[in-house]
């Protein structure tokens, strides 16, 4: 009994550690893959320097679900709740690198969108910590995932979309394409490669989903401005009513 009692503290200083890392490894993630797309103008997920990067967050990311499994009660119930982060959580590229281990072409290519993925799942990391850490409103954590996902899949439409889309000349071109497609007002830029087609329907659709949230704000901050003014009016009201009758 009294054994067990110091392990809590010991646990929570281990997963706060093991969050702080994972927060800088999904940063750095999302650094290296803007640094590619942005400075260079081309995705690199072979790399020395994006290897590096990906043994060590995968590293980061694999001793973290390890330590929450051990100390989850319920171990089959967090594998199968956590399972896609374990996939994500493996450095593919690596594996082939360091082994030498041949693979199809079509394999490859699928294999060399995992580190976006994973960027895309600490863009959401990241995301969450801010919303969480600071005294945000739900619209402020809404437009931040809204932020998010359009940078995420504007690098994915670059990435897939440069070469083949003639409208795709820059990363700036995507961005833009991105945004007129979030707000589902639509562009002179169309898809052409079938990942493209799909994350085209993915953002509209978020789109179509979390905008109107800026309108309910927007309506429920009138009508709780409407109501503190009636509630100030019948107080002022009230006052003036028995102040009349004092007299």
């Not at 850490?133 to 437009?143: H, Q």
């Not at 179509?208 to 309108?215: E, G, K, Q, S």
């Amino acid at each position: 009994m009294n054994t067990a009692q110091p392990l809590k503290p010991l646990y929570t200083r281990i997963i706060d550690a093991l969050n702080v890392l994972v927060l800088l490894g999904a940063l750095a993630i999302v650094a290296s893959l803007s640094y590619d797309i942005l400075t260079i103008g081309r995705y690199r997920p072979e790399s020395p320097l994006m290897l590096d990067i990906q043994l060590v967050v995968c590293t980061i990311f694999i001793l973290d679900f390890l330590v929450r499994w051990i100390i989850s009660p319920h171990k089959g119930r967090f594998v199968a709740r956590n399972f896609m982060l374990l996939l994500f959580s493996i450095p593919y590229l690596n594996i082939l690198h360091y082994s030498q281990i041949e693979v199809s072409h079509q394999v490859h290519y699928l294999l060399g969108f995992v580190p976006l993925l994973r960027g895309g799942y600490g863009l959401v990391m990241i995301t969450r910590w801010f919303t969480r850490r600071s005294a945000t409103s739900l619209m402020v954590s809404y437009l931040s995932i809204l932020v998010a996902v359009t940078y995420f899949i504007s690098l994915i439409f670059f990435v897939v979309e440069r070469g083949v889309n003639p409208g795709v000349k820059d990363y700036w071109d995507a961005l833009w394409w991105a945004c007129m497609d979030m707000t589902t007002v639509g562009c002179d830029i169309v898809a052409v490669t079938p990942i493209g087609k799909i994350i085209s329907f993915i953002l509209a659709a978020a789109g179509i989903m979390m905008l109107p949230i800026f309108t309910v704000y927007i309506t429920d901050r009138i009508a709780h401005s409407r109501n503190g003014n009636d509630k100030n009016a019948t107080s002022e009201s009230a006052s003036d009513a028995g102040a009349k009758t004092s007299e």
